[in-house]
Nanobody, 125 residues
Framework: QVQLVESGGGLVQAGGSLRLSCAAS????????MGWFRQAPGKERDFVAG????????DYADAVKGRFTISRDNAKNTVWLQMNMLKPEDTAVYYC??????????????????WGQGTQVTVSS
């Protein structure tokens, strides 16, 4: 079983930065690809970024490329999402997810078995 707890959300002005953290309570988090997704009110939950279990492969949604960076430290069982140059359209609840897969991170939420409770990110204009 995997438990994921996100933190680091909050209110920030456009152009600002936030760093989200996802702490994993697992026997061995290094066996999981990890992803960040987000869901704005009235919209579907969308892929934001993903990272392979060794961290060698990453993938990003087009909307965040060049602004967001995903990273992980398996020794600390933690995944981060560094978000820079934030825009009002980045406002959403951000979820961390784990996929019991050793390959490249999936962009599909249906491939992720475990989810955190989410953390709110609000970007004011």
């Amino acid at each position: 079983q995997v438990q994921l707890v996100e933190s680091g959300g909050g209110l920030v002005q456009a152009g600002g930065s936030l760093r989200l953290s996802c702490a994993a309570s697992v026997h061995s988090s290094s066996s999981y690809a990890m992803g960040w997704f987000r869901q704005a009110p009235g919209k579907e939950r969308d892929f934001v970024a993903g990272i392979s279990w060794r961290g060698g492969r990453t993938d990003y949604a087009d909307a965040v490329k060049g602004r967001f960076t995903i990273s992980r430290d398996n020794a600390k069982n933690t995944v981060w999402l560094q978000m820079n140059m934030l825009k009002p359209e980045d406002t959403a609840v951000y979820y961390c997810a784990a996929d019991n897969y050793l390959g490249s991170p999936s962009k599909s939420q249906h491939d992720y078995e475990y989810w955190g409770q989410g953390t709110q990110v609000t970007v004011s204009s």
